[in-house]
Every structure is written in structure tokens, then in C-alpha cells.
């Protein structure tokens, strides 16, 4: 019998924005390759699809707490998962905002910091606490997108996200910059256009068609030191 590679052996998984969509398909879908994971849902006290994925996993499926753009949450966070150790870090969290058919120069001030917070900025404070609880050898994944990419870009639209991407994008390379005598995986991925809350119902691709494909790339970046900026097949997406 073939021995499993390292990429399909089954460890621990830190999923920052579990309760819904991609997050919660990417929990589920590890759940059943065999994954132990913890996922982080919102402290607003309701209940999820995440408990309720959880009340069919047992000890496999752990949950908490965390609001990303709260420093003081994400400090609770890494003191209560003191001593825990995770191959993977993968942080999904994000958001749009609320009118993407608005030119940058249109956006309050408001709506530009709470998407440029969530997106960018936010993503980084997790990696920055929470990194010591993966091992050297373990990967750190961002739910990065497309529209990031400065290359693809030749149509415009949806200003503030693409450009709260194309940022998280650039503090990810500020990043692996900074330990770039690491041995850990970095990914930047680029899920594509999904039938989600976020997405809409005029994406065209769903959940069960996208998710397993992309947490099988996720998977084959293990071992593989550096930061990569992937689509959900792999392929290198243009910065």
C-alpha cells in the first residue's frame, strides 16, 4: 500500500472565519479527510452552521471566538490557544463593501476604513499573534481574491475590495519578506467567483463544486517554503 504523501496526511487546522460560506464548506470538507479543526466564529453569541457541523464531529471540530478587527479579541485568542500547535493558520475572514458599484472617490471614509480593516489590515494582526502556533514546518493561508491581482485588472469595478486585496496581497510579500529564512508555507488564495453570501447568487460556481478543489491545492503547498499566490487548481495568479 502506498504511504499517504505528507500533503495528504491528516493534522490541525486554525480556521479564522468558519461560520458560513467558504470557511464553513473548507471546515467540513477537512472534517472529512480527516482533519482535527478549530474554527473561529463571530462573539455575537448566536448560533452557527459551524455548531452545528460540530455536534456531528465531537472533539474534532472545536470552536471560539474572534471579531478580527478587535486587537484585544485576537490577544484572548492566542492566550487561550496557549500550547496548542496547528499545521495549518488559515485566516478567511473578510467582507465587500456594502455598495461595490462605487468608484473609490464615491466611498465614505467610513466604508473605506471598515473594508480596508477587515482585509487587510486585520489579516496580518491574526498571522502576527497567532504565528508561534504553527510549527516550522506547517503553512499560514490567506483568503486573498482575483480581483487583488494588478495584472488582471482591465476592467475595473468593485474598487474597494480589489484594492483592500491588493493590499493584503502586498503586506503578505511584506511579510515572507520579513521571514523569508522560514520554512513555513504562505498562500495567498484566489478561490474564483462563488455562490456565497459575499459572492451572490449570480457567481457561477458553488460551494461542493469549488471548495474541495481548492483545499486540495491548499494542501499540496505543504512543505514547500515561500509565498505563492494561487487559484483554486493551482495555477500562479498575476500579481
Not at 50 to 70: C, F, Q
Not at 198 to 211: D, M, N
Request: with cysteine.
Amino acid at each position: 500500500m502506498r504511504a499517504a504523501s505528507s500533503s495528504e496526511r491528516p493534522g490541525s487546522l486554525l480556521l479564522i472565519g468558519a461560520s458560513r460560506g467558504i470557511g464553513l464548506a473548507m471546515a467540513a470538507e477537512l472534517l472529512a479527510r480527516g482533519w482535527r479543526v478549530t474554527g473561529t466564529v463571530r462573539p455575537d453569541g448566536a448560533r452557527t452552521l459551524l455548531h452545528d457541523l460540530a455536534d456531528h464531529h465531537g472533539d474534532r471540530l472545536s470552536i471560539a471566538t474572534l471579531d478580527i478587527t478587535e486587537p484585544g479579541q485576537i490577544a484572548q485568542l492566542r492566550q487561550q490557544l496557549s500550547g496548542r500547535r496547528f499545521d495549518i493558520l488559515f485566516v478567511n475572514a473578510g467582507t465587500a463593501n456594502l455598495r461595490q458599484e462605487d468608484t473609490i472617490a464615491e466611498t465614505s471614509d467610513a466604508e473605506f476604513i471598515r473594508v480596508m480593516l477587515t482585509n487587510a489590515l486585520a489579516p496580518l494582526r491574526v498571522i502576527e499573534a497567532l504565528q508561534d502556533l504553527v510549527p516550522p514546518e506547517g503553512m499560514i493561508g490567506v483568503m486573498s481574491s482575483g480581483q487583488g491581482s494588478l495584472g488582471n485588472n482591465l476592467h475595473g469595478g468593485h474598487e474597494v475590495y480589489r484594492g483592500s486585496k491588493a493590499a493584503l496581497n502586498m503586506y503578505m510579500r511584506c511579510y515572507a519578506a520579513r521571514h523569508a529564512a522560514d520554512r513555513r508555507a504562505l498562500v495567498l488564495m484566489a478561490p474564483g467567483w462563488i455562490r456565497t453570501a459575499l459572492g451572490g447568487p449570480k457567481a457561477p460556481f458553488s460551494l461542493e463544486e469549488t471548495v474541495p478543489r481548492m483545499v486540495t491545492t491548499l494542501l499540496a503547498q505543504r512543505g514547500t517554503p515561500g509565498l505563492r499566490y494561487l487559484d483554486r487548481e493551482g495555477h500562479t495568479v498575476p500579481w
